[in-house]
C-alpha cells in the first residue's frame, strides 16, 4: 500500500518498502525530526488490535512485560519470545480503556495476529489485525509535528519509553545513557487522512523525515530495532533491552527461562556495541557485514568477531554503526569492517576496509547478578 507521502517533492522510496527513505536531504531530516519539526512515514509498518474484557491479563502472560495494571493511555514495549527466549516480535503496545493497540514492525502483524488467534482459548479476547485501516507516524516532542499529526484525527498515541529504565527493568550500559533525551511518539492515524496530511507538509506546517533519519537518530541512542538489529538468534539480553520490554520480576511468560538464566548466573552470548566509524574511506558498511580485530582481516583465514546490524551517517557524528559483537571481545579493541562483506562468500568480498572504534552498549561482564555459592566438591 504506497503512502501519500511518498508522493511528497524529492522523496525516494526505501527499498523494498512504500515509504520513503528520504526526501532530498538526509542530514538536514534527522535535524529537523529530532527538534520535533519533521513527521517520519511508518505507514510500512502494522498495527493490531485486542479487544475484550481478558486483554492485558492474556498479553501479559504470553510476553515479557508487566502489562496487568497498564492503565488507559500509558505506553509499554513488550517482547514475545519462543520457547528458547529468542525474539519473535516486539511490541509498542498502548490501551485506550476498551482496546489495546499493538505496533508492529513490517510483516510482523500478520503472523502475530495468527498467533494470537490461535492463542485464544476461553479468554474474552478478540484480535484484529487493523493495518489496512490505521498507520503509524512518528515525531519528538518540542516542535510543529506533533501538533499536527493531533490535529489529523489521531486515534492513539504511543510514547516511546526508551528515555529511562522502566518498572521492573535494568539496565546493563554504564553511565549517562545517549537515549536519555529519547522523545518518539507514534501516532496512530485513519489511512483517510494521510493525503490531507501530506498536504500540510506541502504547505509548510511541518516537514517530513525519511527512515534514514530515523536509523541514524536510534543507532546514536543505542535503540534496538527488531527488524534493523535483531537475527534469529537474538535474546533481549544482548540488546540491553532489558532496560524498557522486560520486566524481570513478573510471573511465567514463554522463553522466561532463559532470560533469567542469562541475566541471574550466565552472560550473554553477544553484546551490542555503537562503532564510531573511520570517515576516510567515505563509505558505511552494509547491514550483514563482518567485523574482524585491527589488523586481522588481511590474513588467510581472519575470523569474524561480529557484524553489522546498521549503519548511517549522523548529522553530528559522521559514519555509526550498531554490531553484535562476540561477548569476549575486549571492549577497547580496535576494529576493521569490510564495507561490502556480509559472510555469504568470503571470497567476494567488496568494499573498503573501515577503522572503527567501539562504544560499549552492553558490557563484555553483563549478566551473572547473582552471587552464587559453590558448592564443596566430595
Not at 493490531?48 to 512485560?65: A, E, K, N, P, Y
Request: with cysteine; net charge negative; aromatic share 4%.
Amino acid at each position: 500500500m504506497v503512502s501519500p507521502l511518498l508522493s511528497l517533492p524529492a522523496a525516494i522510496a526505501a527499498d523494498g518498502l512504500e515509504v520513503a527513505a528520504h526526501y532530498g536531504s538526509p542530514l538536514p531530516e534527522q535535524r529537523a525530526l529530532e527538534s520535533g519539526n519533521a513527521i517520519l512515514d511508518l505507514s510500512h509498518r502494522g498495527i493490531i488490535t485486542v479487544g475484550g474484557d481478558d486483554r492485558l491479563r492474556w498479553l501479559h502472560s504470553m510476553t515479557s512485560q508487566d502489562l496487568v495494571s497498564l492503565r488507559p493511555g500509558e505506553s509499554a514495549e513488550t517482547l514475545l519470545l519462543d520457547p528458547n527466549g529468542r525474539i519473535e516480535h516486539a511490541i509498542r503496545i498502548v490501551d485506550d480503556g476498551e482496546r489495546a493497540w499493538l505496533l508492529v514492525d513490517e510483516g510482523s502483524a500478520g503472523p502475530l495476529a495468527e498467533f494470537l488467534l490461535r492463542m485464544r482459548f476461553a479468554m474474552r479476547v478478540e484480535v484484529n489485525d487493523v493495518s489496512d485501516q490505521y498507520a503509524a507516524m512518528l515525531a519528538f516532542d518540542g516542535g510543529t509535528a506533533v501538533p499536527v499529526l493531533r490535529a489529523a484525527d489521531s486515534v492513539i498515541e504511543w510514547h516511546d519509553p526508551w528515555a529511562a529504565v522502566q518498572r521492573g527493568g535494568t539496565q546493563y550500559a554504564i553511565g549517562e545513557h545517549p537515549g536519555s533525551a529519547w522523545s518518539a511518539t507514534q501516532s496512530v492515524l485513519p489511512r483517510s487522512v494521510l493525503p490531507r496530511l501530506a498536504g500540510r507538509i506541502v504547505n509548510g506546517d511541518t516537514q517530513a523525515a525519511g527512515l534514514l533519519a530515523l536509523d541514524a537518530l536510534e543507532i546514536r541512542a543505542w535503540r534496538p530495532s527488531l527488524t534493523g538489529d535483531a537475527d534469529d538468534r537474538a535474546i533481549p539480553n544482548e540488546f540491553d533491552w532489558l532496560r524498557t520490554a522486560v520486566h524481570l520480576n513478573k510471573g511465567c511468560y514463554r522463553g522466561q527461562e532463559t532470560v533469567a538464566k542469562v541475566h541471574n548466573i550466565g552472560h550473554p552470548p553477544r553484546r551490542l556495541a555503537l562503532l564510531h566509524l573511520d570517515g576516510a574511506a567515505g563509505e558505511l558498511p552494509i547491514s550483514g557485514a563482518l567485523v574482524y580485530r585491527s589488523g586481522e582481516s588481511g590474513e588467510e583465514k581472519p575470523r569474524p568477531v561480529g557484524r553489522i546490524t546498521r549503519a548511517a551517517r549522523h548529522y553530528e557524528w559522521g559514519g555509526i554503526a550498531l554490531a553484535l559483537l562476540k561477548r569476549a571481545l575486549p571492549a577497547d579493541a580496535l576494529l576493521e569492517v569490510r564495507g561490502g562483506e556480509t559472510g555469504a562468500d568470503p571470497d567476494s568480498r567488496t568494499g573498503e576496509t573501515i577503522a572503527a572504534s567501539q562504544e560499549a552498549i552492553v558490557p563484555t561482564d553483563a549478566g551473572a547478578t547473582r552471587d552464587l555459592p559453590k558448592l564443596k566438591r566430595l
